[in-house]
């Protein structure tokens, strides 16, 4: 028996990366998982690797910023499943640039992805986790940058920073209708977003990809370690099954110590 057996789950991203590390996960203990994604066939494509594993799956194509996409996508998840349970927010990006010479669309960009599309992804999920006082737990993919800040990462460290206020908003609307709010959020993953910037980030401070991450990503860390897709897939699955609202509208930081709290 699986721990999330009967449950229905909705994330977001879940094409690659963290997102589809949850997925895997999720099916694993018994869920009816949701991969959304902006591309439809790398969703599609998640789906069946998990089918085909066993587990069941669906591809659902969603863009976090497009009310209307969040909705109907939402809507078409609770009519093949039949409910909503767990919703994860996680889909995310990454631009850096110094705030003086950051284009306003692509902080306009970077926000839209992360609070919108938090925003909208949780009224949508609301509207079924709500019915009947069904319940549910909606996960938000924050950061380390969730408490701190970096060069370079203005709208990223401000939206990421927002996440902590919806959440904890979340918990207190949400607990009469026994829905709960987390935010999980990671030190540096090793992900294709990752990947990206190091090679960025050399380029802009002019020191070795190397000393990117030794002296960038890892500096604060106690062991100069990358925190894996495994370590936040883990925490997410605990979050989705703790059966309480001893644990709501906190944020748990997984970043082998770089930031403790």
């Not at 591309?39 to 089918?51: K, L, S, V």
């Not at 829905?179 to 090679?199: A, M, N, Y």
């Not at 990358?226 to 001893?246: E, G, N």
Request: charge should be negative; hydrophobic fraction near 45%.
């Amino acid at each position: 028996m699986g721990s999330l057996d009967g449950k229905v789950a909705l994330i977001t991203g879940a094409a690659s990366g963290i997102g589809k590390a949850i997925a895997e996960l999720y099916a694993k203990q018994g869920a009816k998982v949701a991969i959304c994604d902006i591309n439809q066939q790398a969703a599609d494509a998640a789906a069946a690797e998990i089918n085909a594993a066993g587990g069941q799956a669906i591809g659902i194509a969603m863009d976090v910023t497009d009310e209307t996409a969040v909705d109907t996508g939402t809507d078409k998840v609770v009519s093949a499943f039949g409910a909503l349970d767990i919703l994860v927010s996680n889909a995310g990006v990454q631009i850096i640039n110094p705030i003086d010479q950051f284009a306003f669309a692509d902080w306009k960009k970077m926000l839209a992805i992360h609070l919108d599309g938090g925003f909208l992804t949780t009224r949508a999920a609301l509207r079924h986790m709500y019915r009947g006082d069904r319940g549910g737990i909606v996960i938000y993919m924050g950061s380390v940058h969730s408490h701190e800040a970096s060069k370079l990462k203005a709208p990223y460290v401000t939206a990421k920073h927002g996440l902590l206020g919806l959440a904890r908003t979340l918990a207190k609307e949400g607990a009469p209708h026994n829905v709960r709010s987390h935010v999980i959020c990671p030190g540096f993953v090793r992900t294709p977003l990752v990947e990206k910037q190091i090679p960025e980030q050399a380029k802009e401070l002019g020191i070795s990809e190397a000393d990117v991450i030794k002296n960038v990503m890892l500096k604060d860390t106690v062991d100069g370690v990358f925190t894996t897709v495994d370590d936040i897939a883990q925490t997410a699955l605990y979050l989705a099954t703790f059966s309480s609202a001893a644990l709501t509208g906190q944020s748990f930081v997984v970043s082998h110590g770089w930031f403790m709290q």
